[in-house]
């Protein structure tokens, strides 16, 4: 029996002293990469002796067990390396809650693979779970074994983040270079934690004050809205209702949004909740992960305080993001969904046109009968946008973009013809991801206007002057300008 155990203890001891320096250099291949921290190599190896345990604790094989670690730690890294070269951030722990939504809505996130990183993926994938089923051990011990690397590997984590060295680690939100200093494993862990030491702020009992100066409110937020006469450097490009809109606005400028090519979550939660970047802390990542306990301080909610009603329109899963239960949460008191828009036919349109979600609202803007506030999230625009039998890849863009200023023109003019008190805000929520034309690392802002309507129909015209707004900046300037 000791010679068993003896054997046994040996041969994992070999097979994960195999893994885990195979596992560091699979993490030195991670995009940032340098020589890692000292603390960083200790809190990845105990991650990847986790992994390791809980699969030896179900198939009771180890070397199964390493190749399924270091299968993951490899993906990880490829994915890492896939998502910071088209939207120019590595992997973040908040990414990992997104697993689900990946089978529910592919399109949204394998079209940032490469085909040979895809096949990769999908081959590992089953070839683990083969191998898995095919080495399976009916012996307990194997098993055991595996139990106890698993508890252990536990505990020491806990015990290292509570001890000075790893106290000190990743205090202040800054994904790349806390990926090149510690690791990606220790960051997704690190950031995690802080995260999960973040608080809820105090419940906001503030209303947006009345009465009102106006009696609607719309406001878009419109899929990778950008000007293109900036993203391609050619002036001919320019949208003809965006300069317009520009001209006409009570307030335009440029919104400098926290992401690029995606995360239309994270400029969609600033603009309704009006919390920034530097109160989110760790929170930042994917803000609606927590905001249903930050749901007091929504536009919606405070609206909702002073006699307003407030819809949301989305023509997409309304459980993308949970906001099937966080925007009720916010004081939106209807959610006009899919099930409000017909389909698009196969062979037509990818998703719900832009067109379509401006009949929405102006239905429901001339059907009120107190003070609305409608804010409606488009997806016509949505990448990828493969290039023309040309091979030119900004045509698709340049073709749905102009779905939006068009959306935009419509609102104007119809919110007009209503002759009453209104506002109406159009933004972009990032700008496109195109390989080659529209890459990470430069400007990320994008356009915004906010248009008033007086009693008559008639703008109301600014200063002129644009002004550089975050999302939660752009919040705070549409409540007052509700009562200003």
Same mark, same amino acid.
């Given at each position: ?16 002293g ?43 094989n ?23 070269a ?23 996130y ?13 081959a ?7 191998l ?15 139990l ?20 000190g ?10 990926? @090149?200093? %510690?690791? &990606?494993? #220790?960051s !997704?862990?690190?950031?995690? /934690? =802080? ?7 105090a ?18 937020q419109c ?15 320019a949208?003809p ?11 335009h ?8 090519g ?32 930050? @749901?007091? %301080?929504? &536009?919606? #909610?405070? !609206?909702?305080r002073a006699? /307003? =009603? ?5 023509p997409?899963?309304?459980?993308f ?37 401006a ?6 803007a ?33 073709r ?15 919110? #007009?013809? !209503? ?5 109406l ?28 309507f007086?009693?008559d129909g008639a ?16 919040h ?5 300008t509700?009562?200003?």
């Open positions: 029996m000791k010679d068993t155990i003896g054997r046994t203890s040996l041969s994992l001891g070999l097979t994960f195999l893994l885990l320096t195979t596992s560091l250099l699979a993490d030195a291949l991670v995009r940032e990469g340098r020589l890692r921290s000292v603390a960083g190599m200790w809190l990845h190896i105990w991650i990847v002796l986790a992994v390791a345990g809980l699969v030896q604790t179900l198939c009771g180890a070397m199964v067990s390493s190749l399924v670690a270091l299968g993951l730690v490899a993906m990880l890294a490829l994915v890492s390396n896939a998502k910071n088209m939207l120019g951030e590595p992997l973040v722990f908040s990414d990992l809650a997104l697993v689900a939504a990946v089978f529910r809505h592919p399109q949204f394998l079209s940032a693979l490469q085909t040979w990183q895809l096949a990769a993926l999908v590992g994938a089953a070839g683990l779970l083969a898995l089923a095919w080495q399976f051990v009916a012996a307990i011990l194997p098993h055991l074994s595996g106890a690397v698993l508890v252990t590997a536990l505990l020491t984590i806990r015990i290292s983040l509570m001890l000075p060295s790893w106290r680690l990743a205090l202040v939100p800054d994904a790349r270079a806390d990926l @090149a200093r %510690h690791g &990606l494993l #220790a !997704l862990l690190l950031y995690w /934690w =802080r995260w999960r030491a973040s608080e809820d702020p419940p906001c009992a503030f209303s947006v004050l009345a009465p009102a100066t106006a009696e609607l409110v719309v406001v878009v899929e990778s809205f950008a000007d293109p006469s900036e993203l391609f450097g050619d002036p001919a490009l949208l209702c965006l300069a317009m809109a520009r001209g006409d606005a009570w307030v400028g440029r919104l400098l949004v926290p992401g690029f995606a995360y239309t979550n994270r400029t969609e939660y600033g603009v309704i909740f009006g919390r920034d970047e530097d109160v989110l802390g760790f929170r930042r990542y994917d803000p609606f992960l927590t905001a249903l306990g930050e @749901a007091s %301080h929504a &536009l919606p #909610a405070r !609206l909702a006699g /307003w =009603r407030s819809l949301f329109v989305h997409h899963d309304l459980g993001y949970s906001r099937d239960t966080i925007m009720p949460a916010a004081g939106f008191a209807e959610m006009v969904g899919p099930d409000a828009f017909c389909m698009p036919a196969k062979g037509e349109h990818r998703y719900v046109p832009d067109a379509a979600i009949g929405v609202i102006m239905e429901r001339r059907s009120a009968a107190g003070p609305i506030f409608i804010h409606a999230v488009t997806i016509e625009n949505h990448g990828p946008w493969p290039a023309d039998s040309n091979g030119h890849r900004f045509t698709a863009y340049l749905l973009v102009a779905k939006g200023d068009a959306m935009l023109a419509r609102l104007t003019s119809e919110i #007009a013809a !209503l002759r009453r008190p209104a506002i805000l159009f933004y972009g929520d990032h700008r496109p991801s195109i390989s080659g034309l529209v890459d990470p690392g430069g400007d990320r802002d994008t356009p915004y206007v906010l248009l008033r007086g009693a703008l109301i015209r600014g200063s002129g002057q644009p002004r550089d707004l975050s999302p939660a900046q752009l705070h300037l549409l409540a007052d509700i009562t200003a």
